[in-house]
């Protein structure tokens, strides 16, 4: 699940270093670009066969435990769509708060949102490998990290500071989703894995179409009430995770 994770997050590098290096002086370069890498999607799409099934390996016909994880898919929704809504906002904000040009912007934008991706990646591939927590001890963690990272966000003034929170902020993500992962894994139980991490992915596409909408309408209001309304998704998904934290510390 890790290793997902972090597959995810170096996609999210490639799109923020793309931003930085090609979108400021050449959008129509980077359009292009996005449909090479689509038809590179696709074509792998078409290369990839399905694996081979045995008897032991037939899908179940068990229904997902919703009951179950419901938790856990609240948690991918809101904390995507709090990374969507930055993606969409922060080269607006550092136009529009801090006086920065439009491909300024978008150039130290791009830079700000690889390096919270890279800090994802770096936590996702090593630090958990090193720390061994426990899923709901990732999740908790993660989330508080995140929270914290994203308030302090909101308030500061300057494009280091940002910078910085934004770092901070990646690594809480990285060892919150790898935890929910992990968590929606553990709780699917042997035979509905598969359709819960599909329902899972279903969960992030709807974070990711959110996102960008909330965040371009709330940005007309003020430049910092995305970051506020991002703040108040996180603290939801901190709550749901040091609740489930707290259940699994009362029930091993």
Request: hydrophobic share 60%.
């Amino acid at each position: 699940m890790g290793t997902l994770g972090a597959a995810i997050g170096v996609g999210a590098i490639a799109g923020a270093a793309l931003a930085w290096r090609v979108a400021a002086g050449n959008p129509a370069l980077a359009f292009a670009v996005i449909a090479m890498l689509a038809a590179i999607a696709l074509l792998s799409m078409l290369l990839v066969k399905e694996p081979v099934r045995t008897a032991s390996m037939t899908i179940s016909d068990a229904r997902l435990p919703l009951g179950q994880i419901w938790p856990f898919l609240a948690i991918t929704l809101a904390s995507i769509s709090a990374y969507s809504i930055l993606q969409q906002v922060t080269a607006l904000r550092l136009q529009d708060s801090l006086g920065f040009k439009v491909e300024e912007s978008i150039a130290r934008g791009g830079a700000a949102l690889m390096a919270t991706a890279l800090a994802m990646i770096v936590v996702q591939a090593c630090a958990v490998r090193v720390f061994r927590w426990k899923a709901t001890r990732l999740l908790g963690v993660g989330a508080i990290t995140a929270v914290i990272a994203m308030l302090i966000c909101t308030f500061v003034t300057t494009y280091s500071a940002i910078f910085a929170t934004l770092i901070l902020l990646g690594i809480g993500l990285g060892l919150m989703l790898t935890g929910n992962l992990a968590s929606l894994s553990l709780r699917a139980g042997v035979g509905t894995q598969g359709k819960v991490a599909g329902v899972n992915v279903l969960a992030q596409g709807l974070g990711q179409a959110i996102g960008p909408i909330a965040g371009a309408g709330l940005h007309r209001v003020s430049p910092q009430v995305p970051f506020l309304a991002a703040t108040t998704l996180l603290a939801i998904v901190c709550l749901v995770a040091v609740l489930a934290w707290r259940s699994a510390a009362t029930n091993p």
